[in-house]
């Protein structure tokens, strides 16, 4: 079988997903092909020599490099199915299935994941409905209150709340009056904490508003619990299972705690400083309080019409002990500190394993979905 393992894109977490793509690659089943694809930050794809994939094998520690070799860019062909995926100069690539390790916009935000359909062909993680829903905050946050479940109190501003200024006056004292400093600002549709910051009073919340608008056109302005993070990992598609394959089963791992040194969990602590955060799994909580959490984490899942995998994360409460789903990453990290592939190996499936079980989904539902009626 041909793996297709792409990698970059546009996004500014970039840089993360070529240190996640080489985790990815480098896990994968030796009985497969692996063939790599990165995209450039302007958006261009350069098929990767077999040299780059040796390279980062023989270095566990190694991320991707992008090569770009003009006469290797690639085009894509929609219909083209497996045996005719992408062009290369006058080259066709067959591919069995794609590994799309791409986080935040432009790879986790149902974007690639529609091109993948129109391509048809099985792709790893979540459909371009449930890669969109989560990318975007605001509306993860109307499924799952629909849903019975809890989130961290906040309220949505939009960039032409801005041109008004009674308006932006008004939602600048709602914020304060509803929810009290200090308020946790982020972009709607970014990952990594990207453009995310802490405000402890009015002056901060004015600067952490315009960072936020850097990065998205929607913000969100929460309640800033003091909380401990707990984070659980799931696997499956809920929405398909009839138990013909195991790898379609609901399955969560986890949960596992952050213990952040840094203000909050923010990117340097997620990705540069080794230190950054204390990981413990299984987290410091009793064993009903980690059933609690897994429960959650698939009604979140189920609730989404998620696939493949995803990354729940929770905040509990210090002051209250109460538990808020706080966002869903369908594309975690899978960098060398990253928790996803961490809790999976904890509760037994090792990072091979874990590759195994997500392509087989993919190609399951791939097979399933493509028996459903779509003309008369």
Not at 85 to 106: Q, W
Not at 165 to 171: A, E, G, I, M, S
Request: aromatic share 8%.
């Amino acid at each position: 079988m041909t793996v297709t393992v792409i990698y970059g894109g546009k996004s500014g977490e970039h840089e993360i997903s070529l240190v996640s793509a080489a985790a990815v690659a480098r896990n994968i089943d030796s009985k497969n092909k692996v063939q790599l694809i990165a995209i450039t930050k302007n958006g261009r794809w350069f098929l990767q020599p077999e040299s780059e994939f040796e390279r980062i094998k023989a270095d566990s520690k190694a991320s991707f490099k992008i090569i770009e070799d003009e006469t290797q860019e690639v085009s894509v062909i929609p219909g083209g199915g497996s045996k005719k995926t992408f062009r290369v100069g006058e080259k066709i690539l067959a591919t069995d299935v794609i590994f799309p390790v791409l986080h935040g916009p432009f790879g986790e935000d149902g974007t690639i994941q529609g091109l993948f359909e129109l391509v048809d062909i099985p792709y790893v993680g979540c459909t371009t409905l449930g890669s969109a829903e989560t990318m975007d905050k605001e509306k993860t946050k109307v499924v799952l209150e629909h849903a019975g479940i809890p989130v961290v109190p906040g309220l949505c501003v939009r960039r032409s709340d801005l041109a008004d200024w009674k308006r932006y006056d008004q939602l600048l004292e709602q914020a304060q009056n509803e929810l009290g400093f200090p308020l946790f600002v982020k972009p709607c549709a970014a990952g990594s904490s990207d453009g995310a910051s802490l405000a402890k009073d009015l002056q901060h919340l004015n600067g952490a508003i315009m960072e936020a608008f850097n990065w998205d056109d929607k913000i969100l302005i929460e309640k800033a619990v003091n909380a401990r993070e707990i984070e659980c990992s799931v696997t499956g598609n809920p929405t398909i299972d009839d138990g013909s394959c195991p790898a379609e089963k609901l399955t969560a791992y986890g949960p596992g705690e952050i213990a952040p040194k840094h203000d909050f969990y923010d990117y340097d602590a997620k990705y540069n400083d080794p230190d950054g955060a204390d990981l413990l799994i299984p987290a410091n909580l009793p064993e009903e309080r980690l059933e609690e959490v897994r429960v959650l984490a698939k009604k979140a899942f189920a609730a989404l019409d998620l696939a493949g995998l995803s990354r729940v994360d929770f905040f509990i409460d210090k002051d209250t002990d109460k538990l808020y789903l706080n966002e869903i990453n369908t594309m975690p990290g899978f960098t060398q500190i990253s928790m996803f592939p961490k809790m999976c190996a904890a509760f037994g499936l090792d990072f091979t394993s874990l590759t195994n079980l997500l392509i087989d989904e993919a190609i399951a539902r791939f097979k399933k979905t493509r028996n459903l009626q779509t003309s008369r």
